[in-house]
């Protein structure tokens, strides 16, 4: 029998995304159950999930009546399968994928806060905030010594956990008015993420779903200029 990942509405369910990545980039054959974490539906949905999975959140993985919670045990779970393949040979450079595999789950400075993966979706958008160009910075300005240092066109060479786990952050980014200017090196990556086959096919999806609105996106005091999504 195939794994089955319990899978999260595809405009909304950014965790979701990086174990769905994972698992198709690992070229594991997987059942998906779309969880409808829409309000107010995701409550009881959830509670579901909470049956026979302590978070009682998506993702979740079963395989072989095991089950795995949490994206970052199921993208390990994946490289696993696929014999080590999605993270870096060596060593060292392993563990700086890993580091930014943990930065981007333990919140990644906020960046995320106030840009929910939904907004990526609208048909209109709000210009990035000073703060939140700041925080842009911090990550891109990284990303662009370490794109130096391997080469590319990914993160560490070839395609790992670290560029799979920052898909979901790309798309806000990108999506939103971000000028990628200072970060050349970064730009090519985030086109050559988004062109994947794997990340397209989930985007594709997403793009077709109804809007997730959400009252706070628009915060008074911001300075707002809407600019059109990008086709
Ligand atoms: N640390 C968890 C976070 C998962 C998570 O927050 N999932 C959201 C959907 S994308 C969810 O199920 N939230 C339910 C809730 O917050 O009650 C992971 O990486 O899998």
């Not at 974490?37 to 995701?42: K, L, N, S, V």
């Not at 958008?125 to 905030?129: E, G, P, V």
């Given at each position: 029998?195939?794994?089955?990942?319990y899978?999260?509405?595809?405009?909304?369910?950014?965790?979701?995304m990086?174990?769905?990545l994972?698992?198709?980039?690992?070229?594991v054959?997987?059942?998906?159950?779309?969880?409808d974490?829409?309000?107010?539906?995701?409550f009881?949905?959830?509670?579901?999930?909470?049956a026979?999975?302590?978070?009682?959140?998506?993702?979740?993985?079963v395989?072989?009546?095991?089950?795995?919670?949490?994206?970052?045990?199921?993208?390990?779970?994946a490289?696993?399968i696929a014999?080590?393949?999605?993270?870096?040979?060596d060593r060292?450079?392993r563990?700086?994928?890993?580091?930014?595999?943990?930065w981007?789950?333990?919140?990644?400075?906020?960046?995320?806060?106030?840009?929910?993966?939904e907004?990526?979706f609208?048909?209109l958008?709000?210009?990035?905030?000073d703060?939140?160009?700041?925080e842009?910075?911090?990550?891109?300005?990284?990303?662009?010594?370490?794109?130096?240092?391997?080469?590319?066109?990914?993160?560490f060479?070839?395609?790992?956990?670290?560029?799979l786990?920052?898909?979901?952050?790309v798309v806000?980014?990108?999506?939103?008015?971000l000028?990628?200017?200072?970060?050349?090196?970064?730009?090519?990556?985030?086109?050559?993420?988004?062109?994947?086959?794997?990340?397209?096919?989930?985007?594709?999806?997403?793009?077709a779903?109804?809007?997730?609105?959400?009252?706070d996106?628009?915060?008074?005091?911001?300075?707002?200029?809407m600019v059109?999504?990008?086709?």
């Open positions: 029998m195939k794994p089955l990942l899978s999260g509405t595809k405009n909304a369910s950014s965790w979701a990086r174990a769905w994972a698992l198709r980039e690992a070229g054959a997987f059942d998906e159950e779309v969880v974490i829409r309000r107010p539906q995701r009881a949905n959830l509670e579901r999930i909470g026979f999975s302590p978070p009682a959140m998506v993702p979740v993985l395989d072989d009546q095991m089950m795995i919670f949490d994206s970052v045990a199921i993208m390990e779970y490289n696993d014999d080590g393949a999605l993270l870096p040979a060292a450079t563990a700086r994928a890993r580091s930014l595999v943990a981007q789950h333990s919140g990644l400075s906020g960046i995320c806060t106030r840009i929910s993966f907004s990526a609208y048909p958008k709000r210009t990035l905030t703060a939140e160009r700041t842009c910075g911090r990550l891109f300005d990284y990303l662009d010594q370490v794109l130096e240092l391997s080469g590319g066109p990914y993160l060479g070839a395609l790992s956990l670290a560029d786990m920052l898909v979901p952050t806000r980014l990108t999506r939103h008015d000028d990628f200017a200072s970060w050349s090196r970064s730009q090519r990556w985030t086109a050559a993420l988004l062109e994947r086959a794997s990340v397209a096919e989930w985007m594709r999806e997403a793009d779903l109804p809007h997730i609105w959400f009252d996106y628009l915060v008074p005091g911001d300075a707002i200029r059109p999504a990008a086709a």
